[in-house]
T-cell receptor
Framework: SQQGEEDPQALSIQEGENATMNCSYK?????LQWYRQNSGRGLVHLIL?????REKHSGRLRVTLDTSKKSSSLLITASRAADTASYFC???????????FGQGTELSVKP | EADIYQTPRYLVIGTGKKITLECSQT?????MYWYQQDPGMELHLIHY???????EKGDLSSESTVSRIRTEHFPLTLESARPSHTSQYLC??????????????????FGEGSWLTVV
């Protein structure tokens, strides 16, 4: 199975609410990245957190990493309708050399 | 915006036809990738390359082939398309990590994708 598994698979919230997505992985990693994909488009890199970091912020995004639990979360604060997209975590394993993508969380933000 | 371009964006072809999906990047990246993604599903790596004349099979077996004659160009070819090849194909690139082939610590830049429908 994939290294990265995301939860929930789908999330529907109202504009202004916060959205939290979780990612779990299985092996040791160098870093973990989050990507966004609008419907029918390519993926866009959002944020990278290294294995020695616990939390990182970028605008309305907040990412946490717990290497002891092998998990990460992405929080989008004050969500907007334009945040509607699929969000993927990708892990860079210590052994392997290639990013491994999870199944993604489909976020729907209703105006 | 990433400087990586895919053509065509949308293609409908008949079974048995040969097709080539083009991918070019102007960022000078050594590593390039092809992913296959069905709607609403995860990405599957089908091919990657560390540089010119380097090509490797990905995690998902694919009947497609790739070539890397120039750094900026990484085309994918299907010799005889079948309906089971209907999918979205995403090209991507990244610079080599500080440890060369062994590390993938840099951001991956994706193209907009090519939607292939085989009828």
């Amino acid at each position: 199975s994939q290294q990265g598994e995301e939860d929930p698979q789908a999330l529907s919230i109202q504009e202004g609410e916060n959205a939290t997505m979780n990612c779990s992985y299985k092996t040791s990693i160098n870093n973990l990245q989050w990507y966004r994909q609008n419907s029918g488009r390519g993926l866009v890199h959002l944020i990278l957190i290294r294995s020695n970091e616990r939390e990182k912020h970028s605008g309305r995004l907040r990412v946490t990493l717990d290497t002891s639990k092998k998990s990460s979360s992405l929080l989008i604060t004050a969500s907007r309708a334009a945040d509607t997209a699929s969000y993927f975590c990708a892990t860079d394993p210590r052994r392997g050399g290639k990013l491994i993508f999870g199944q993604g969380t489909e976020l729907s933000v209703k105006p | 915006e990433a400087d990586i371009y895919q053509t065509p964006r949308y293609l409908v072809i008949g079974t048995g036809k040969k097709i080539t999906l083009e991918c070019s990047q102007t960022m000078g990246h050594d590593k390039m990738y092809w992913y296959q993604q069905d709607p609403g599903m995860e990405l599957h790596l089908i091919h990657y390359s560390y540089g010119v004349n380097s090509t490797e099979k990905g995690d998902l077996s694919s009947e497609s082939t790739v070539s890397r004659i120039r750094t900026e160009h990484f085309p994918l070819t299907l010799e005889s398309a079948r309906p089971s090849h209907t999918s979205q194909y995403l090209c991507a690139s990244s610079p080599l990590g500080p440890s060369g082939k062994g590390q993938a610590g840099n951001t991956i830049y994706f193209g907009e994708g090519s939607w292939l429908t085989v009828v």
